[in-house]
């Protein structure tokens, strides 16, 4: 009887394996392969284990096929003591492989993007996994029984994600919702890059979080190494070294979904009188979700003199350019004295129209921005600042007319701008309404999403 049901395990898994073949073709060989792969994305569980081999034999999982609880730590596995419910064993190994799949054997990321994505990783896996050999195959510390968990909810997954992309009409989106003037910027070191005037886009997978389908724009930026600096400079309990808005966020009336104006946004009284005659009026953006004060952006053309003081927003240059790239004569500021933006009204200095005003803020703490970056959270582009005073970006003309007009959507276009992968990316999340097959694929039952993100 042991021969007969070992034979028929053997049986059921090469049939796995053939399966499992069939459905990753368009994940390696379609035009749509990077995509696929970026829907591919996980929860970060079980990250702590960074040595395969060391929490294996300190497990017993050799001896025994003990796996340990996943919400236990290293140090708490080490201890030994198996985990009651088997269930817990294929969760352990698909988290493990997911994890190889989407980052590499010891990489954080968590929610792909096309440039990073090595779309021949999953069928190297998958042929690994299946040979089943000790010293190589992750799997091969487990039985059968749980080699074929994970793969049913390997097959469950990516057939999930299959019809995620299915469900989108690719010729809804224009050939130029691209953003004029805007390009991305390396991710593999954040803090390279990091730099007032950098834009960051939120991952589209962020669809179900505060930040879902933002752009901030970076403000100021202080590294660790820097953060004594900032320290002097900010109430870090209050805001963070690292300081951005949301620009692409009107603030609206829950009651009437209106856009709030600046005189709404205050108490009665809180606004000076002169202030709430000449903005009150003004429609007001929801910068981010801490220190809840108001700020000023503004822009002066190049031949005017600043009156206002203020910190300017600088448009990161292109690699080829030997400095900033200009693709106006205006220059945007950051905050400055607003009474003297009245004045400067009240003068014909300075149109009110070139203003805009944000209640609340984005700010990280020294090594948070970072390590959200190198979790996929955020997708860090260059452009021109006066994006960040408007909301909008231009597009490039369309030399055909029959072309569908490009979205009113920032966030999407400078999505688009990155990248063909990165367009066809976000306009999934675009024209489609989130759903549980838009979960992380090891998000058991939709129980273990990262209350900090999500």
Request: proline share 6%.
């Amino acid at each position: 009887m042991a021969s007969s049901s070992t034979s028929k395990s053997s049986l059921v898994i090469r049939r796995l394996y053939r399966n499992m073949l069939r459905t990753i073709k368009p994940y390696t060989s379609s035009p749509d392969a990077k995509v696929l792969h970026c829907l591919l994305h996980r929860t970060g569980l079980d990250d702590d284990i960074s040595d395969w081999e060391a929490f294996v034999k300190a497990t017993g999982l050799e001896k025994g096929h003990q796996a340990s609880d996943l919400s236990y730590s290293y140090a708490d596995a080490k201890k030994g003591g198996r985990f009651q419910d088997d269930d817990r064993d294929h969760k352990l190994l698909f988290r493990r492989l997911l994890r190889e799949v989407v980052t590499g054997e010891k990489g954080l990321r968590r929610m792909p993007v096309p440039s990073v994505v090595d779309t021949s990783r999953l069928q190297q896996v998958i042929k690994r996994e299946f040979r089943n050999e000790k010293g190589s195959s992750m799997s091969a510390y487990f039985n059968d029984l749980t080699r074929r968990q994970v793969a049913f909810t390997a097959l469950r997954e990516l057939n999930k994600k299959l019809s995620v992309l299915a469900s989108v009409d690719s010729s809804e989106v224009s050939p130029n919702q691209a953003a004029w003037h805007v390009s991305s910027l390396p991710i593999s070191k954040p803090s390279a890059i990091l730099q007032p005037g950098v834009f960051l886009m939120s991952h589209p997978h962020m669809s179900d979080s505060f930040f879902s389908r933002t752009v901030i724009c970076i403000l100021d930026y202080e590294n660790e190494a820097k953060s004594e600096s900032a320290a002097k400079r900010f109430d870090l309990d209050a805001l963070g070294p690292t300081y951005g808005l949301i620009v692409n966020r009107v603030s609206m009336k829950g009651d009437t979904n209106e856009k709030r104006t600046l005189r709404e946004a205050f108490d009665d009284n809180m606004l000076p009188e002169r202030m709430a005659d000449i903005f009150g009026d003004m429609p007001v953006k929801d910068g981010g979700p801490v220190h809840p004060s108001l700020q000023m952006l503004y822009s002066l053309p190049g031949s005017k003199e600043n009156t206002i003081d203020g910190t300017l927003i600088p448009t990161i240059p292109e690699p080829h350019d030997g400095s900033t790239a200009e693709y106006t004569d205006c220059a945007t500021y950051f905050q400055g004295d607003v009474f003297d933006a009245m004045t400067a009204i009240k003068d014909g200095k300075l149109d009110k129209n070139e203003m805009s005003f944000f209640v609340g803020a984005s700010t990280w703490a020294p090594g948070q921005l970072e390590s959200e970056m190198a979790h996929g959270f955020w997708i860090p582009c260059r452009g021109p600042a006066e994006i960040a005073l408007s909301g909008t970006c231009e597009h490039e003309p369309s030399t055909d007319k029959s072309d569908p007009p490009p979205a009113k959507d920032l966030w999407l276009s400078m999505m688009s701008a990155c990248g063909q992968d990165e367009a066809r990316l976000a306009s999934i999340f675009h024209h489609q309404e989130w759903n549980e097959n838009m979960l992380p694929c090891d998000a058991f039952d939709g129980e273990d999403i990262d209350p900090d993100i999500f």
